[in-house]
């Protein structure tokens, strides 16, 4: 067996793994390890690789940044922040056609903005809004696909996990990532506020609407949430005007929302130690993850297989657009049954270097950043389709009586408007990058 062929059986035998419920960095240094062993021939040097591979991996300054951002929002999850953001947004948007869960997204939004992470977000303003939702007779489809769809938006509005890995592998700038995110995260709620809105229409029966409340409640409603709109500027802010590094705003937006959460009252030396517990323990997870892919990607490099695939794609001829439309499938069929961080970490160093290669009528920069947010967009999608979309069965676990079936179907019309959010910034990349340029010109 030559190694292309060595490569090429190596993905069957990883997917098989992962069905077989191994956990995925297991299974990448399982196949990773093994993959050397048969190129190389010496069992001892692809296990010497576990040494020097893991310092080389994790000396690299950068990764810092992940815990860091996972502590804050932990922070953010335990003190209450989302409860404040709940309830301002449904005193703006609660009065009208589906207001409570234009709510939940808008809070969803809000909260991603500090908290980074997907899964979090969905968890945390599920606890919040699905009480509200039944209250007011939302159909478990729509509560359960809009809290699931919402949660999304914590993976792709800024300070995002995902994006600072994703600039890592591709060696991009995450300031410019993060400023590049900020509108299509913005669409995204858009979109999803519009999906609901169509819904109830559609189904007018399906949700009772709220009393308008008076601009002063509206106002002090809004004046609790200033916790969240500080932080967000002073770290967001802070990287765009070059007055911190990535590193430095996640660590002042970890100290700023601690301090936050203590001011609230909600913190307590309990939850303080639960909040560090919980951020060791995902930074473990995904710092594992890291090194599985960094392994089996070294094995993938030795096999040559990334730098033919790139040599074969180019001598084919194909039209780049008709490239970047099959990666953003496979990216779509991957979502249903890998989880966003994995398979970020085992295609971004393969695919990447093939598109670069192609011409789309950009700079390097610009395609950088404008790809990595189309792929970010496209992976979202995964966390709420099934069999596998993390953020579905979330959800669904904080709504048993809700059968998972009703959970799809209510992602569906969020799904939809995923692929026309996808389309647009693909066929207009000024758009994504429209911020940018405007920040650079400054």
Not at 254 to 282: D, N, P, Q, V, Y
Not at 330 to 337: I, R
Not at 371 to 392: H, Q
Request: glycine content about 10%.
């Amino acid at each position: 067996m030559t190694n292309i062929e060595l490569a090429l059986w190596s993905f069957p035998v990883l997917l098989i793994l992962v069905f077989l419920r191994a956990p995925i960095a297991l299974a990448m240094i399982s196949v990773g390890v093994g993959g050397t062993w048969l190129v190389i021939g010496n069992p001892m040097m692809s296990l010497n690789q576990l040494k020097t591979l893991t310092y080389g991996t994790f000396s690299n300054y950068s990764f810092s940044i992940i815990p860091l951002f996972l502590l804050m929002g932990q922070f953010a999850t335990l003190s209450g922040m989302s409860a404040a953001l709940f309830r301002a947004a449904e005193s703006f948007l609660g009065h009208r056609k589906g207001g409570v869960a234009m709510s939940a997204i808008g809070a969803c939004a809000g909260f991603g903005a500090i908290c980074g992470s997907s899964l979090a977000t969905a968890a945390t303003m599920g606890q919040v809004a699905l009480p509200e939702l039944r209250r007011y007779g939302y159909p478990g489809s729509l509560s359960t696909g809009a809290l699931a769809a919402g949660g999304t938006l914590g993976i792709l509005i800024p300070p995002s996990v995902i994006l600072v890995i994703y600039a890592i592998l591709a060696e991009q700038n995450i300031e410019k990532l993060f400023v590049a995110a900020l509108i299509p995260g913005i669409l995204a709620a858009a979109g999803y506020m519009i999906a609901i809105s169509i819904w109830v229409r559609v189904s007018p029966n399906s949700a009772a609407v709220k009393d308008r409340v008076p601009w002063s409640e509206r106002m002090v409603a809004l004046g609790s949430v200033w916790p969240v709109v500080t932080i967000f500027i002073v770290v967001v802010g802070g990287i765009y005007a070059g007055i911190f590094t990535p590193t430095e705003a996640a660590a002042v937006g970890a100290a700023g929302t601690g301090i936050a959460a203590f001011a609230s009252g909600e913190m307590t030396w309990g939850r303080l130690k639960t909040a560090i517990l919980s951020t060791a323990a995902a930074s473990g997870m995904i710092f594992l993850i890291i090194l599985g892919a960094g392994i089996y990607n070294n094995f993938l490099s030795l096999t040559q297989l990334p730098q033919m695939a790139s040599s074969w794609v180019g001598d084919q001829g194909f039209s780049p657009w008709f490239v970047l439309t099959i990666v953003l499938l496979m990216y779509l069929v991957f979502g249903c049954v890998m989880d966003s961080l994995s398979m970020i970490l085992l295609t971004v160093p393969i695919i990447f270097p093939i598109m670069e290669a192609l011409d789309f009528g950009m700079s390097a920069t610009d395609f950088g950043l404008w790809f990595g947010i189309l792929v970010l967009i496209v992976v979202e999608v995964g966390l709420i389709t099934p069999p596998v979309g993390m953020n579905l069965f979330i959800i669904n676990s904080m709504a048993r009586d809700i059968p998972i079936s009703q959970t799809y179907k209510g992602a569906l019309p969020f799904v939809i408007t995923d692929m026309i959010r996808v389309a647009i910034l693909t066929l207009f990349p000024a758009i994504t990058l429209w911020l940018v340029w405007v920040i650079d010109a400054l």
